[in-house]
Each structure stands twice: as structure tokens, then as C-alpha cells.
């Protein structure tokens, strides 16, 4: 299946898509709203609630705009490259996770953003009320993946 056709048939299936997949693929994040399914041999993850769905979509937008310094990126309309996309993702929700419970430590993988996000609403009232000097500054320290090496190297040397 050539790339366009995969992207397509994708876009078809998932209408629905969760804001956090990167953040989900990657084991970083769970949601009690998201549902994991496979095409050929891709993953993805859909939003299985409109209003969550709507409301996370929100904070990204957001979580986006107060990050522009810290990831170094002026135009708020093009797309992110992987490891910035997972910096807001990621870094934002630990970065609310923080203010919301400042004296926890930061869990190794969030365990419900949707739980996570409407317990920042009760708290703060409102999306756009959030302390945003917190949250961004644990997704300037959100370390990313690291790179893999690739399979071909061998660690010996050529085969």
C-alpha cells in the first residue's frame, strides 16, 4: 500500500483522532477516552468522546501558543516535528500534572488525560486560566526520545 492510499484510508477510519497520539503511541500518556486500533501495519489512537476530544484539541492549541519561544518556533500554523509535538504533549500535561499537585512527583507516564484535564478546569476554572509559566517550564525540560541507532550498524563493526 503506497503512503497517500495508507494516509486515506487512515483519515477515513480514524475521524476522530486523538489529539495525544503521539504522546499514547509512545507509552508516555494513557486516556480513559482513547481507543487503539491497527491498519496494515500502523497504530493509531481515536477519541471515543466529542467533548473531551474538543477540550484537549483546546489545550494543545494552547499549550502551542505559550510554547512558541520555548521550542523556538514563531509560526503557530505548521506542523510540529515529532519530538516538538511530544515536548507539548508530553511536557504540557507533566507541566499541568505539577501545578495541579506541586508537591508529587512528576509520574513516569500520565495516566488519564482526560481525568487530568478536567481536574485542571475544576481547579482553575478555565483552560485559558492555567499557570502557564509552570507548564512551560517542564516542557523546555521535557527531554524527548532519543534516537535509536539503526539495526544495519552492527556494534562490532561490519558484518
Same mark, same amino acid.
Request: charged content about 25%; glycine content about 8%.
Given at each position: 500500500?503506497?503512503?497517500?492510499? !495508507?494516509?486515506?484510508?487512515?483519515?477515513?477510519?480514524?475521524?476522530?483522532?486523538?489529539?495525544?497520539?503521539?504522546?499514547?503511541?509512545?507509552?508516555?500518556?494513557?486516556?480513559?477516552?482513547?481507543?487503539?486500533?491497527?491498519?496494515?501495519?500502523?497504530?493509531?489512537?481515536?477519541?471515543?468522546?466529542?467533548?473531551?476530544?474538543?477540550?484537549?484539541?483546546?489545550?494543545?492549541?494552547?499549550?502551542?501558543?505559550?510554547?512558541?519561544?520555548?521550542?523556538?518556533? !514563531?509560526?503557530?500554523?505548521?506542523?510540529?516535528?515529532?519530538?516538538?509535538?511530544?515536548?507539548?504533549?508530553?511536557?504540557? !500535561?507533566?507541566?499541568?500534572?505539577?501545578?495541579?499537585?506541586?508537591?508529587?512527583?512528576?509520574?513516569?507516564?500520565?495516566?488519564?488525560?482526560?481525568?487530568?484535564?478536567?481536574?485542571?478546569?475544576?481547579?482553575?476554572?478555565?483552560?485559558?486560566?492555567?499557570?502557564?509559566?509552570?507548564?512551560?517550564?517542564?516542557?523546555?525540560?521535557?527531554?524527548?526520545?532519543?534516537?535509536?541507532?539503526?539495526?544495519?550498524?552492527?556494534?562490532?563493526?561490519?558484518?
Amino acid at each position: 500500500m503506497d503512503t497517500q492510499a !495508507l494516509r486515506e484510508t487512515y483519515d477515513e477510519i480514524n475521524q476522530c483522532g486523538c489529539p495525544y497520539e503521539k504522546a499514547i503511541l509512545t507509552g508516555q500518556c494513557e486516556c480513559s477516552r482513547a481507543s487503539r486500533f491497527c491498519l496494515a501495519e500502523r497504530e493509531g489512537v481515536r477519541c471515543t468522546a466529542d467533548q473531551a476530544r474538543t477540550r484537549c484539541l483546546a489545550l494543545l492549541d494552547i499549550l502551542r501558543g505559550q510554547a512558541r519561544f520555548a521550542l523556538k518556533t !514563531l509560526d503557530q500554523n505548521r506542523a510540529l516535528a515529532h519530538n516538538k509535538a511530544l515536548r507539548v504533549q508530553v511536557g504540557g !500535561l507533566q507541566g499541568l500534572h505539577k501545578a495541579l499537585w506541586p508537591e508529587r512527583k512528576l509520574p513516569t507516564a500520565i495516566g488519564d488525560i482526560d481525568a487530568l484535564i478536567e481536574q485542571a478546569i475544576a481547579e482553575f476554572g478555565r483552560l485559558d486560566a492555567l499557570p502557564f509559566g509552570q507548564i512551560v517550564q517542564q516542557m523546555a525540560a521535557y527531554p524527548g526520545l532519543r534516537r535509536r541507532r539503526s539495526r544495519s550498524r552492527s556494534p562490532y563493526g561490519p558484518l
